[in-house]
């Protein structure tokens, strides 16, 4: 238990018990904006509660649900778990129609998920790939995680580690595989590539690399049976899905020119992946047959749906609306999720410092990673020192108001990073305090 663990209210949410509320979601399908609880009656309904704490107000949860399913028009959505970070919300999320299965990041995550008692969790693609022998010898031995966990890979030098890694171990049943494809661009005038745009993750770009991974794949044995059996592939645009296409720098002239470049990149990208993600399909379905096709993320859901080769979506970070989603023309999320620190001490009159804080976000080093003050409103990170490890000063005239033991409110930059820092989120709805459901991190786990 952490210092900050909050004994004031001890009502953890009983299995089964969250449940998005019906008015959001209708809002949510509709695009209709629909209120939170807000920052100041968050921090009322979280008076009695010690700081530093995260709240959830699942009245946005339950709007950004279906503001996701609105977008993806009908396919279905895999929920990015290394997004959210807490079972109950998973459970809660995937009890609406429309959602189905779960993107996770690590295979010991996947084997624990797969054995939720509440059985909530029946279909776990691991987005990345594995290194773990011990993991993936207690799949191999586990009949229902066999069915349940597709393990990602990319080249045949992790089918050799896996096969290696099973030797001695007879597997229940083949190991379903699935191939992540690189989805990122690389623009190239007269054949000569002029970059990569996107992100650094797989080897496999053609229909010839598939082809060659999918019958390596079934060329493992053990004793008279597959070893492996593919079962789908992934390709993750990420320059489209995670890179907003509106920035907010404060400067209008420079944000507008570099907004244009974004789009015109993204929408010939997106051209791009669509036709090279159809052939690929195409090839591979030649060879074996395939149960699923993943594609996009919460930044893409309306472009990826409409490829045709693509059998689902995934998204996460789009159901608690972290601020590095704000950015985005096509979709505004609600802001579902926050965190507050107490004002520990007062360095000058427009100025306090707040315990803790220095949550940054992972990814590319920048003021973007940062969390944001939202709450009092007129408060700002100083430059000099930014968001601490163990103290944050915070200038601004709303600084003056302040008192020891008042809380400032945050937003931070990604979505399911936050919950490694608390072991569980307060859940607002309406204004009140309904409850505390515990993160990864409050049930003892730490996956990454």
């Known amino acids: 238990m952490t210092p900050w663990t909050n004994q004031a209210k001890e009502s953890a949410v009983p299995e089964g018990l969250l449940k998005l509320p019906e008015t959001a979601l209708a809002a949510g399908l509709s695009g209709e904006p629909t209120p939170g609880s807000g920052w100041a009656q968050t921090d ?83 987005g990345y790939p594995t290194a773990d022998p011990q993991a993936v010898r207690a799949l191999a031995a586990n009949p ?38 690189d989805a990122s661009w690389r623009p190239s005038v007269h054949g000569r590539t002029l970059g990569h745009i996107g992100v650094h993750r797989s080897p496999l770009r053609n229909g010839a690399d598939a082809i060659a991974m999918a019958l390596a794949i079934g060329g493992y044995k053990h004793g008279s049976s597959k070893l492996f059996t593919l079962v789908g592939i992934m390709a993750y645009e990420a320059q489209v899905a995670g890179l907003q296409d509106t920035p907010h720098t404060g400067n209008k002239v420079a944000d507008l020119a570099r907004g244009a ?48 080769s693509v059998t689902e979506l995934a998204a996460g970070s789009g159901l608690f609306g972290p601020t590095l989603f704000d950015g985005y023309s096509r979709f505004s999320p609600a802001h579902a999720v926050g965190f507050a620190v107490p004002v520990v001490r007062r360095p000058a ?46 200038k601004g005239a709303a600084a003056a108001q302040l008192r020891i033991g008042s809380r400032v409110w945050f937003r931070h ?9 608390v072991d569980a989120l307060e859940m607002i ?14 049930e003892g786990k730490a996956f990454v």
């Open 261 to 308: 470049v974004l789009q015109q990149l993204q929408r010939t990208s997106m051209t791009e992946i669509t036709e090279r993600r159809g052939k690929v399909v195409a090839a591979v379905r030649n060879v074996t047959d395939l149960e699923f096709v993943n594609g996009g993320g919460t930044g893409s859901l309306e472009r990826t749906t409409a490829d045709p």
């Open 144 to 181: 229902v995680a066999c069915a349940r966990i597709t393990l990602m890979v990319d080249s045949t030098e992790q089918l050799e580690w896996l096969a290696a890694a099973l030797e001695n171990t007879a597997p229940a049943a083949a190991i379903r595989l699935c191939l992540d494809l």
């Open 429 to 442: 709805d309406g204004g009140r305090w309904v409850g505390r459901t515990p993160t990864y991190r409050g």
């Open 413 to 421: 930059a990604k979505s399911g990073e936050i919950c490694e820092h």
């Open 349 to 394: 009159p427009d100025m306090v410092t707040v315990l803790g804080g220095g949550w940054i976000a992972s990814g590319p080093h920048g003021p973007d990673r940062s969390p944001v003050p939202v709450y009092p409103e007129g408060l700002s990170l100083i430059s000099t020192e930014g968001a601490g490890e163990v103290q944050t000063p915070l």
């Open 44 to 126: 009322t309904a979280c008076a009695q509660l010690t700081a530093p704490l995260a709240v959830l107000d699942v009245h946005a949860l339950a709007f950004n649900a279906s503001s996701l399913l609105r977008r993806a028009a009908g396919k279905p959505i895999r929920v990015a778990s290394k997004s959210i970070r807490n079972k109950h919300v998973l459970r809660a999320v995937l009890a609406q129609p429309g959602f189905a299965g779960v993107l996770g990041f690590s295979l010991p995550e996947a084997l624990w998920l797969a054995a939720d008692p509440s059985d909530a969790f029946k279909d776990i693609v691991v």
